[in-house]
């Protein structure tokens, strides 16, 4: 199989399609998708999965050789947070989006890529680094107070800074910048205190300040490299041998029981199966690690990763993870005030939730290592709510239902061709074994809420936000029920209806 099949597959049908069309245009993948690059595209279809993956690797993955209990096993803390914080802080925090007094477009923590900074000039900007605000303890309480039960922190991005106390290569927090501290060990120790998970994102593939070091196309960079700057260049594999894989085994050696997930990105031709073989024969060594989709050479990973959207029905069969910013740039922009509403943020958590996936929501920490107000203040809001009614979110299984989440139009189609999914935002439904959970956006004028396809036995309802949990009337008849509620919803945003009903009394649809 050559080596671009490789990679579309490995992006799977979402990142094959959004390389498959930006090439088309003659764009690059991070251009054509806007913001984020070649895995954000929403791809709104009903067969969203990715496909099969080729039966020979050079060094089988967990994932080819553990059992369906022992994956569960290793898949269990994660199906259960449900919510979890990403983290995009690095040096280009500093100029926040400018470059020379230019504010230069798309996403913050591409600006070198964007704004071609020449490696010395960027690497320049790292005695500059001083980000004394940066609080460890605050940061993980934020997390929790979110509701959030893990975070995935970027330990190297494409920038190539490393965030952390690297011996592997000393462009890196504690070795080039005033700071000398190791916001990762810090980090690692207050999720450990406050009983939180933490992931490193390494960028595995992409660096722009090593030499050999990829970099996808972006603007009028030329093939076949796409560098910008005679210091980039050099050979993919020894830059691998000799700082991307030294890295990564630092990071799994060094922060205890953690990382608990390893967070690949953006991969790219040049990592064949043989040289992300060198990588998986590494995390082999820690068989209670998750990692994700984006390691590139035809691995296929844990976890489905969509950027920027929810997928129309999930990824029936594969543990996803949508991921997503709360403005428009995952690395501090000052100017980006393109904050989505708290509303907007619980809808989305509890409609991925009810098709069975992960939320990573991300925050970028300034140049001080302080989050944005906006996004404290958003992240404070869910946790509120997530107190209330967490328990219809973590732990929780897909939709009894499914039509509540909307419909394929029959004449509007996407940018692909295919019908487009129109969202519906009236309700969203989670399940346990025994309670069948109604997130209820919109109050039914009629203070009934009536569904069909029930297919449980209903013994009981109330409102999670009401703390009497004062019983509900309703009438099941088959698989029909209603529902008797309150004249007005409990909660702004989603009251959360709860069902008694059992799996086992399961009735036979009609
Ligand atoms: O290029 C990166 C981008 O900067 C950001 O880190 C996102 C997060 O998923 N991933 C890549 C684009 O897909």
């Known amino acids: 199989m050559s080596t671009r099949r490789l990679f579309l597959r490995q992006l799977g049908t979402a990142g094959a399609a959004a390389v498959v069309a930006s090439n088309a245009r003659g764009l690059s993948a991070p251009a054509a998708a806007g913001l984020a690059g ?17 039966p020979e690797h050079p060094v089988a993955a967990i994932q080819d050789t553990e059992t369906p209990e022992q994956r569960d096993a290793r898949m269990a803390w994660w199906r259960e947070a449900r919510f979890g914080m990403f983290i995009h802080w690095g040096l280009y925090s500093i100029p926040a989006g400018t470059w020379n ?12 890529n964007t704004a071609s900074i020449p490696v010395a000039d960027y690497k320049a900007l790292a005695p500059k680094f001083n980000p004394t605000g940066f609080n460890a303890h605050d940061i993980v309480a934020l997390a929790k107070a979110a509701g959030m039960k893990y975070i995935v922190i970027t330990s190297k991005h494409h920038d190539g800074f490393a965030m952390y106390d690297s011996k592997a290569n000393d462009f890196n927090i504690v ?18 205190n ?17 030499p050999g070091g990829a970099a996808l196309k972006t603007g009028d960079h030329q093939p076949p490299t796409y560098h910008w700057d005679k210091a980039q260049d050099g050979n993919f594999q020894q830059y691998l041998e ?50 994700n989709n984006r390691l590139g050479g035809g691995y296929k990973g844990d976890t489905e990763t969509p950027e920027q959207f929810i997928p129309a029905q999930g990824y029936p069969g594969r543990d ?7 403005n428009d740039t995952w690395g501090y922009k000052s100017y980006d005030k393109n904050f989505k ?18 939320y990573l929501l991300n925050v970028g920490p300034d140049s001080h290592g302080v989050v944005p107000l906006e996004e404290v203040v958003r992240l404070r809001q869910m946790g509120k709510w997530l107190d209330v009614n967490g328990e219809a979110i973590y732990g929780t299984q897909p939709t009894l239902f499914g039509a509540e989440a909307g419909s394929f139009s029959d004449t509007e189609k996407d940018k692909d061709g295919k019908p487009k999914f129109i969202p519906a935002w009236d309700w ?13 956006f919109k109050w039914p004028a009629s203070g009934t809420l009536h569904l069909d396809k029930m297919t449980r036995k209903v013994t009981g309802a109330y409102l999670l936000a009401d703390s009497a949990r004062k019983p509900l009337k309703f009438n099941q008849t088959g698989d029909s029920i209603d529902v008797q509620l309150p004249a007005k919803a409990l909660d702004p945003i989603a009251t959360v209806l709860v069902l008694n009903a059992s799996k086992v009394g399961a009735i036979p649809p009609s």
């Open 242 to 291: 000799t700082k991307a894989i030294p890295q990564l085994k630092e990071l799994l050696a060094n922060y205890g029981d953690y990382p608990a997930v390893i967070w690949f990105d953006t991969p790219t031709p040049d990592m064949t199966p043989q040289l992300a073989s060198q990588i998986v024969s590494v995390l082999n060594q820690y068989p209670k690690l998750i990692w």
């Open 428 to 440: 969203r439904s989670t399940t346990k074994a025994d309670k069948v959970y109604i997130q209820i």
């Open 194 to 210: 406050q009983g939180i998970k933490l992931g490193f994102y390494h960028s595995q593939d992409q660096d722009w300040t090593a």
């Open 341 to 358: 509403s708290t509303e907007t943020l619980l809808r989305n958590l509890i409609d991925i939730a009810s098709k069975g996936g992960n």
């Open 320 to 326: 996803w993870e949508s991921c997503m910013t709360m």
């Open 101 to 112: 007094g230019k504010q230069i477009p798309g996403i913050g923590e591409w600006i070198m």
């Open 38 to 54: 070649w895995n954000e595209q929403p791809i709104q279809t009903a067969e969203a999965t990715s496909e099969p993956m080729p």
């Open 175 to 192: 070795a080039a910048t005033p700071f000398n501290r190791d916001p990762i060990k810090e980090l690692a120790e207050e999720c450990r």
